[in-house]
Nanobody, 114 residues
Framework: QVQLVESGGGLVQPGGSLRLSCAAS????????MAWFRQAPGKQRELVAT???????NYVDSVKGRFTISRDNAKNTVYLQMNNLKPEDTAVYYC????????WGQGTQVTVSS
């Protein structure tokens, strides 16, 4: 059983920061490329950031320079540091394999609003 548990979301003002965590179990985490996705109301799920097993990261253009994906293989955890948040970042954030083929977790809600 693959289990992905996201946490760290919340309500923040524009310009604020959040750090999301994704705890993974049931996979060989160290050799798995991982990613963060988000889904806003009425929109398709969007790939936000990826990180290879070796730590190489890529980002969708809209978050470059603001978000940082990282991983701690000893803790089987992926992180997403989100800085300078904008209202358009509001979404439910999910982690998964970068191909999205694990069972989706519940996600964590990020709301950016004044």
């Amino acid at each position: 059983q693959v289990q992905l548990v996201e946490s760290g979301g919340g309500l923040v003002q524009p310009g604020g920061s959040l750090r999301l965590s994704c705890a993974a179990s049931g996979i060989m985490f160290r050799v798995s490329a991982m990613a963060w996705f988000r889904q806003a109301p009425g929109k398709q799920r969007e790939l936000v950031a990826t990180i290879t097993s070796g730590g190489s990261a890529n980002y969708v253009d809209s978050v470059k320079g603001r978000f940082t994906i990282s991983r701690d293989n000893a803790k089987n955890t992926v992180y997403l540091q989100m800085n300078n948040l904008k209202p358009e970042d509001t979404a439910v954030y999910y982690c998964n394999h970068n191909g999205g083929y694990y069972t989706w977790g519940q996600g964590t809600q990020v709301t950016v609003s004044s």
